[in-house]
């Protein structure tokens, strides 16, 4: 792992003395770095242990557990599609097939103009509206073929 830039180092020192009085602040600050960057950069991480005093493998443990946080930028929309159970028995899963097709990309992975960045999403409470994804933070239900072009040219924009 290289070291941080100044510019980066600085930026995260910021948000790290935002929170770091917060009872339990890793998480709260690994989700204000993510603003911060739109992402979490790996030279972030050992900032962040040394400032709370606690180890990198814990940064990197709790930074890679929890599947909110992003690995590199997202794209200029970022779309989730729900992988639980109870959209996986209305058919999230060809709903997932059918999007990854149509956007020529998988979980995970960013279209390469920078459009949209595809992920999973494990409950967004839309149970009764299944199969559902959220597209820049709005929900949407029933997902079928109709939507999933609509949701395709929305991002293409």
């Known amino acids: ?21 917060l009872e339990g602040p890793l998480i709260p600050i690994l989700h204000g770095v993510q603003e911060e960057f739109g992402y979490v950069p790996q030279e972030t991480l050992p900032i962040i242990a040394e400032a709370l005093n606690i180890s990198r493998a814990e940064v ?12 590199n ?32 990309i998988g979980f995970h992975e960013t ?26 933070g709005q929900v949407i239900g029933r997902l079928d073929a109709d939507k999933i072009e609509e949701i395709a040219e929305e991002v293409r924009k």
């Open 60 to 71: 990197h443990g709790v930074f890679t557990f929890y599947h909110d946080f992003r690995h």
């Open 111 to 136: 279209s390469k103009d920078g459009a949209v960045t595809l992920e999973p999403i494990y409950c967004l409470g839309l149970c009764a509206c299944a199969p559902a994804a959220m597209l820049d």
């Open 73 to 104: 930028p997202a794209g200029r929309h970022v779309l989730k599609v729900c992988q639980a159970e109870a959209c996986q028995s209305m058919g999230s899963d060809a709903i997932a097939a059918q999007i990854k097709q149509t956007l020529g």
């Open 1 to 21: 792992m290289q070291p941080a830039s100044t510019e980066l180092a600085a930026r995260t020192a910021a948000v790290i003395s935002e929170m770091k009085n």
